[in-house]
């Protein structure tokens, strides 16, 4: 089955630097691929998706790239704010799957003032 | 739409005790997830619905652990008896199309449960 992998566990970023956050999955099936973000205390809201058909996907200060022959996918946030400190979760979905979406296990991200 | 609903926001049980939680999902959205959310586990998948027939339970953690959708609008996850490691925050997500262009997942609030 499916595994995804996410690194870091924990990236501190100075205000106004970019932040990159790497997974990888096991299936070659997978064909989607979702960001979450959660605020402490709060619910995982979509912030980013990508499908296997695509290579890149920007939204303002955030991207997302996929390399399908490596099996990995990155989360961007350029010029980091306060308000993108998050928990971010990555997340595979194996065509296959009869839907089931595979979490990686999150990155703490905190951004210093 | 005001959203996923999810009661109680929080709930702390005593051990042994049945536990129920429920969920609204989005009109419209024909899946609906239960997840669980532990530091330990990350978000587990525990169960999921389409059109209110269970798909896949495999994340069910045993037989203490059983949900329904009686219908469009309502689920249940109950857990009985409760143990201490049952400790968590419950997700309970819904969408359309799950996977497809403009088909998110939207969570509820969740619901932090304690058992003591």
């Known amino acids: 089955g499916e595994n995804v992998e996410q690194h870091p566990s924990t990236l501190s970023v100075q205000e106004g630097d970019s932040a990159v956050i790497k997974c990888t999955y096991s299936?070659?099936?997978?064909?989607?691929f979702p960001w979450y973000k959660q605020e402490l205390g709060k619910r995982p809201q979509l912030i980013i998706d990508?499908?296997?058909n695509v290579g890149e996907k920007k939204d303002q200060r955030i991207a997302v790239t996929l390399n399908k022959t490596a099996k990995h996918f990155s989360l961007h946030i350029t010029e980091t704010q306060p308000e993108d400190s998050a928990v971010y979760f990555c997340?595979?979905?194996?065509?296959?799957?009869?839907?089931?979406?595979?979490w990686g296990a999150g990155t703490k991200l905190i951004i210093k003032p | 739409d005001a959203g996923v609903i999810q009661s109680p926001r929080h709930e702390v049980t005593e051990m042994g005790q049945e536990v129920t939680l429920r969920c609204k999902p989005i009109s419209g959205h024909d899946y609906l997830f239960w997840y669980r959310q532990t530091m330990m586990r990350g978000l587990e998948l525990l169960i999921y619905?389409?059109?209110?027939?269970?798909?896949?339970d495999s994340g069910m953690p045993e037989d203490r652990f059983s949900a329904k959708m009686p219908n469009a609008s309502f689920s249940t996850l109950k857990i009985q008896p409760s143990e201490p490691r049952d400790s968590a925050v419950y997700f309970c997500a819904s969408s359309q199309i799950p996977g497809q262009p403009n088909t998110e997942a939207f969570f509820g609030q969740g619901t932090r449960l304690t058992v003591v």
């Open positions: 299936d070659s099936a997978s064909n989607y």
């Open positions: 990508i499908r296997s």
């Open positions: 619905f389409n059109n209110n027939v269970p798909i896949d």
């Open positions: 997340a595979a979905s194996p065509m296959d799957s009869n839907y089931q979406l595979i």
